[in-house]
């Protein structure tokens, strides 16, 4: 069974002629009668009295309502997939880290909204891990995220490098590590830390880099939150190690201290520590305008917000 085959058999009952529905297919005459001898051949049973005018049979009667049900589910599938090939789809959803979504996103995601402003752009806020989770999963369309080799390797992927940054030291500003201009491990791993809950980059790549030095990670307290870092880590006792993007609001404030990592530690690989952000979707979904549009304005603005903030740094 053929759909073309219940197309014709729906203009022939809708028409009343082989000949009418023959016009209405942009096909010839004998053509509608195979697919309709086909189509009797395969159920079994005749559709058409085959008379001057074409009337239902018992059967044919029974079969219309379910072939209308298929052929209109058919003409929405199609009709949807035009729509979505041509960018007419009713949201666009993100998925991006906090610090992304706290400091260069906020100019793409108004550059989009002006230039698709029929398209519901819907932006959450995840840890990577999470943020690949639902990405493969079809929850959302694109992820900014820390780079995981581990969960963006698949055939499918398309993965681009937005930046490295450096990971600083956040303490308060009477801390005992403030009076440093850089920070030795041998001293950063004697104090307990605030660290991003499981399922964070920034969590991992903390705990892998403690594991290779063979220290002892003293995670006191997991958040998810920069705000909620800020005031941990403004009470006095515990520290924090955050990537450079997630420190702009902590530079205009008194109360905390940012200092870098030193490289020149005794201790085996401690070198200075940093991170790589990374944009991944899948090739299916870069084909649609929307979605390619929004991957190319994070391409442009991006590395330029980063130029921006190198030369006042």
């Not at 809950?197 to 006191?220: C, H, N, P, S, T």
Request: glycine share 4%; with cysteine; aromatic share 6%.
């Amino acid at each position: 069974m053929r759909l073309e085959q219940l197309q014709a058999f729906l203009a022939i009952a809708q028409t009343g002629s082989f000949q009418n529905a023959a016009r209405q297919c942009g096909v010839t005459q004998s053509t509608i009668s195979r697919q309709i001898q086909a189509l009797e051949a395969d159920l079994g049973v005749e559709l058409f009295h085959r008379t001057s005018h074409a009337k239902l049979t018992l059967g044919g009667e029974r079969l219309l309502p379910r072939v209308r049900k298929i052929c209109t589910e058919w003409e929405s599938a199609t009709q949807e997939l035009a729509d979505l090939i041509a960018g007419k789809q009713p949201e666009l959803c993100i998925a991006a880290i906090h610090s992304v979504c706290g400091s260069y996103l906020p100019p793409v995601l108004q550059k989009f909204c002006h230039d698709y402003p029929d398209v519901q752009l819907r932006v959450t806020s995840l840890g990577s891990d999470r943020a690949l989770k639902v990405l493969k999963d079809g929850l959302v369309d694109l992820a900014i995220v820390m780079n995981n080799r581990f969960l963006t390797t698949g055939r499918e992927m398309v993965v681009e490098v937005l930046y490295d940054e450096p990971i600083f030291v956040l303490s308060a500003a009477n801390h005992p590590l403030a009076q440093y201009e850089s920070i030795p491990w041998s001293e950063l791993i004697r104090y307990p830390q605030v660290v991003f809950k499981d399922g964070y980059g920034m969590q991992r790549l903390i705990q892998e880099r403690f594991e290779r030095m063979d220290a002892v990670l003293q995670a006191a307290l997991e958040l998810n939150t920069l705000d909620a870092f800020r005031g941990v880590v403004r009470q006095g006792e515990l520290i924090a190690l955050l990537p450079q993007s997630a420190l702009v609001e902590a530079r205009c404030d008194p109360s905390l201290a940012i200092r870098p990592l030193a490289s020149n530690s005794n201790l085996p690989d401690s070198s200075s520590l940093t991170r790589r952000v990374v944009m991944v979707t899948t090739q299916d979904r870069l084909q649609i305008p929307p979605i390619k549009h929004f991957w190319q304005l994070v391409q442009e603005n991006i590395p330029l917000q980063l130029e921006k903030q190198r030369s006042v740094s």
